[in-house]
Structure formats: C-alpha cells, structure tokens
C-alpha cells in the first residue's frame, strides 16, 4: 500500500527548510570528508535490472528486518511491522507463510512509522523499538521451534534504564550485541525527556533540518553505545561496557575487534577497537559536513574500506572510504540511484547491498573501491525522487542470490540478483 498524501509529506525534504539549512551551515569539507562532485559515480541505471521479485507479503508501519538460516539450511525472516515482528518461512521461496506476528511496542509518535531493528545470533533474535510500552527494551525470541512457532523469551531493559533504542548490531563471532544509546550512558541519570530546554532545542534543530519524524537519536553531544555479552546465556544478556559517550549515536556494525559508529547529529563516523569490549579505544574519527546526518556505516570483507549513508538533507550519495589505520580515511568515491536517497547499506565482501527509499534494492559492486558499479536495482515501490518512503531495509541471505527488502510502504520483498 502507498503512503497517504500526509505520510508521504512527512517522509519528504522540505526544499524550503533546505535554504534555512544552507544559511545556517557552510557545506565545506571537514576532517576526512567533503562533498566533491569530481569523485568517480557511476552512471543512472534504467529502474529494474540485475534482479527479479521472487514474492512478497503486504504489511503496513514496516521497519527494518533480518534474515535468519536454520541449521538445515532453512532461511526465515523477521520483519518489524505496525503490530510487532512478522515471522516469515521462506522454505517455498515463491509462497512464504506466516509462521506468526509476535506482538511489540506500539507507542510511536509518528503513526505509521515504528523503526524496529534485529539482528539475530544463533538460534535466538534480539529486536529493539523506540517504544516504551509492553515489551519495550531488548526484546528476545526464540526461533529454535522452526518452522512451526517461535517463542518470545522476555525484554531486557537496556543498562541505562531507558527501554528505547533504535539500532542493534550483533558480532555474531563474538557473541556480543551492540546497542544504540540516545544518552550517555550513565545508569538512571538523564530521563529520556531531556529537560525542557534541550528538548525543544532539539526539536527545533531537527525541524530546520528536515521533516523527519521524531526518533531517539540524541543531539550531536548526547548518546553512547552498550555492548552486551549474548554467548554466555542467550536469554540472559549480560551487560559488558559503553563507550562512545558524549556523541550521538544514529547506527553501528561490529565485525569481530572493531565497531564502526555512524554519529548522527555529530555528522562524523568513527572506528573503535574492541578487543578488550570492557575497555573500548577510539582509532579515528572523521567529520563530514556540517548539517549531514550520519546515518548507517558497514565495513568490507576485508576491513580495508567502508560505504557510509548520510540520510539528511536527503538526495546525498552514499560514499567509500579507504582506511588509513589512525588518519583519517581517504573519501574514494560516492554513488545513488537516480535521484533517490541512500538509507542502509550491507556488504558482503566487496559487493554493496543497499536500501534506497523511493529506488527500492539495489546491489553495487565495489571490487574497486574507486570505480563503484551498479549491477542490480530493483524498485519495490511507486515512489520516484529523494523522499524518506519505500525501501527500508535490505538483508543479503550469505552464500546465495538472494536479497530481500523490508518497504515501509508495502511490505516485504525476495529478490533474486541476477547482476548485469
């Protein structure tokens, strides 16, 4: 189902908060970024290619969503949907059931938007909201009783004692879960409601900068991230260390001793070392412009660059960055879809594999870094130019051509890449 003509209003950029914008900030470069249109982009795609739909399942309030492989080599879904977390057997690809709809949170302030995120470690998925009603915090099932039911184990309430967050990520090597943190993490100290003042400040700071809906992202000084040891007893997470305080936290992907933090607000990214995940150390940052959101970062296969995602003002491109160990990293080149806003990005090895809101799914190749290559796009919905609806998410099922989409507008998609 489309957005109403309200929804799509609030999902949209204002061009005229835009000029508010642009009086405010100087988009020069800062630190390691720097818009620069001279940067390799490949060229515009024809819409639909390198990629088919396999099925789909309607929903509405659709967020994000993961993908989870059985020990026989069964691929199941979970998607955030209105209600809570739609869990979908893909056993027959062409046809997916309804294993269930696990009741969560519904409190959102946006209607229609519930920004659920998921990620999953062995047999057990840790699913998070920014709603603080029943079973709000770290929600946990268990998907052990597949394909026939799942079973929702309990929520935790996140170290802070504040049950919103709005990502998680999981180092499924490790078995440690990464949490998103709108405060900074001292336990019980700052309520969610900020003081008057600092709230409609920042309120007011995000309606120049968008009409984005409300979320629990916390101002360019506040936030931090959680790590959470889920290996020693899945149902029991045991809480280990926060770091990054004192800078909003929008997203982070951790691959076994470094996290990468996308720092909202704080318009910059960072990478950390957490082979001691009680004592996490800091080995770069860098800034983009000021007034971009830092919105989404993931890391290649072999740790030697990372595509990033500033989702406001929208319209901007994704980028890639080379590593440079303790400098900042080297910006190599930058891609979209059209006219389309980038949203989440994941790579597997070197193949990007990204959300594109109003494009749909689209699937990049970066065997080189510098020369990016778009080889599949496929559009999941009837929207066109860099409005904040359609695809929301994406999951690539490791080993094999298969990708889906979660679409705030219509729900879910497996798409089989073909390439080009």
């Given at each position: 189902m489309l957005t109403s003509p309200s929804q799509r209003q609030r999902k949209t950029f204002?061009?005229?908060?835009?000029?508010?914008?642009?009086?405010?900030?100087?988009?020069?470069?800062?630190?390691?970024?720097g818009a620069d249109d001279t940067l390799p982009t490949p060229?515009?795609?024809?819409?639909?290619?390198?990629?088919k739909t396999i099925s789909t399942v309607a929903r509405t309030g659709v967020a994000g969503h993961w993908g989870y492989t059985a020990p026989d080599g069964n691929r199941y879904v979970l998607m955030g949907t209105a209600k809570g977390i739609l869990v979908l057997d893909l056993r027959d690809?062409?046809?997916?059931?309804?294993?269930?709809?696990?009741?969560?949170?519904?409190?959102?302030?946006?209607?229609?938007?519930?920004?659920?995120?998921?990620?999953?470690?062995?047999?057990?998925?840790?699913?998070?909201?920014?709603?603080?009603?029943?079973?709000?915090?770290?929600?946990?099932?268990?998907?052990?009783?597949l394909p026939n039911t799942v079973r929702y184990v309990k929520s935790v309430m996140p170290h802070d004692g504040e049950m919103p967050a709005h990502t998680v990520d999981i180092d499924t090597s490790r078995g440690l879960l990464y949490l998103q943190r709108e405060q900074n993490g001292q336990h019980g100290s700052i309520p969610f409601a900020s003081s008057a003042i600092a709230k409609t400040k920042e309120l007011l700071t995000r309606k120049i900068q968008s009409e984005k809906p409300l979320e629990p992202i916390g101002p360019a000084n506040q936030g931090a991230v959680e790590i959470w040891d889920v290996k020693t007893d899945p149902e029991n997470p045991i809480y280990v260390s926060t770091f990054n305080q004192n800078h909003s936290v929008h997203d982070?992907?951790?691959?076994?001793?470094?996290?990468?933090?996308?720092?909202?607000?704080?318009?910059?990214f960072s990478k950390w070392d957490v082979s001691d995940p009680k004592n996490p150390q800091l080995v770069v940052r860098w800034n983009v412009e000021p007034g971009h959101f830092s919105h989404a970062i993931w890391p290649s296969g072999d740790g030697t660059f990372a595509v990033t995602t500033e989702e406001l003002p929208v319209g901007l491109p994704a980028r890639v960055w080379q590593f440079n160990g303790t400098a900042p990293p080297t910006l190599l080149s930058s891609f979209r879809i059209?006219?389309?806003?980038?949203?989440?990005?994941?790579?597997?090895?070197?193949?990007?594999?990204?959300?594109?809101?109003?494009?749909?799914?689209?699937?990049?190749?970066?065997?080189?870094?510098?020369?990016?290559?778009v080889v599949a796009q496929k559009d999941t919905n009837g929207l066109n130019g860099p409005n904040l609806g359609g695809c929301w998410g994406v999951y690539k099922f490791p080993g094999v051509a298969l990708m889906s989409c979660s679409d705030i507008d219509t729900g879910f998609h497996l798409i089989e890449v073909t390439g080009k």
């Open positions: 204002s061009l005229g908060l835009f000029g508010i914008v642009l009086s405010l900030f100087a988009l020069s470069s800062c630190g390691g970024g060229p515009p795609p024809s819409s639909d290619f390198g990629a690809s062409a046809n997916p059931r309804v294993v269930d709809e696990i009741d969560g949170p519904t409190n959102t302030q946006a209607p229609g938007i519930y920004w659920r995120e998921m990620r999953v470690f062995g047999h057990y998925a840790y699913i998070v909201s920014e709603h603080t009603n029943v079973r709000g915090g770290i929600m946990i099932v268990d998907l052990s009783g982070m992907t951790a691959v076994g001793n470094f996290c990468y933090v996308a720092e909202g607000y704080a318009n910059s059209g006219t389309g806003t980038p949203h989440n990005v994941i790579l597997e090895g070197r193949i990007a594999y990204l959300s594109h809101y109003s494009e749909g799914a689209a699937v990049v190749d970066l065997t080189n870094p510098a020369v990016p290559r």
